[in-house]
Nanobody, 117 residues
Framework: QVQLVESGGGLVQPGGSLRLSCAAS????????MAWYRQAPGKQRELVAA???????NYADSVLGRFTISRDNAKNTVYLQMNSLKPEDTAVYYC???????????WGQGTQVTVSS
């Protein structure tokens, strides 16, 4: 059974930081491209950042320079370090795992991030 379990969300003031974690089980983590998506109320889910099995990364323009995605294959965990948070970063953040060869993908349950004073 595949599980992606996110943690680390919460309420933070503008300019603050949070680190999200996503622990995976039931997959060969090292071969999956891992990504973080987010969905704000009334908006479509959007890609925030992704990291390939080889460690290549890409980011949405809106978070470039503020967010950093990383992975620890020994711990089957992907992280999203979020700095200089803005109110527009408020959303539910979802972890995604994709096998680029089989196109199989899995989603976590989501974690709420709220940026507000």
């Amino acid at each position: 059974q595949v599980q992606l379990v996110e943690s680390g969300g919460g309420l933070v003031q503008p300019g603050g930081s949070l680190r999200l974690s996503c622990a995976a089980s039931g997959i060969i983590f090292s071969i999956y491209t891992m990504a973080w998506y987010r969905q704000a109320p009334g908006k479509q889910r959007e890609l925030v950042a992704a990291i390939s099995s080889g460690g290549s990364t890409n980011y949405a323009d809106s978070v470039l320079g503020r967010f950093t995605i990383s992975r620890d294959n020994a711990k089957n965990t992907v992280y999203l370090q979020m700095n200089s948070l803005k109110p527009e970063d408020t959303a539910v953040y979802y972890c995604n795992a994709q096998n680029i060869f089989t196109r199989t993908e899995y989603w976590g349950q989501g974690t709420q991030v709220t940026v507000s004073s």
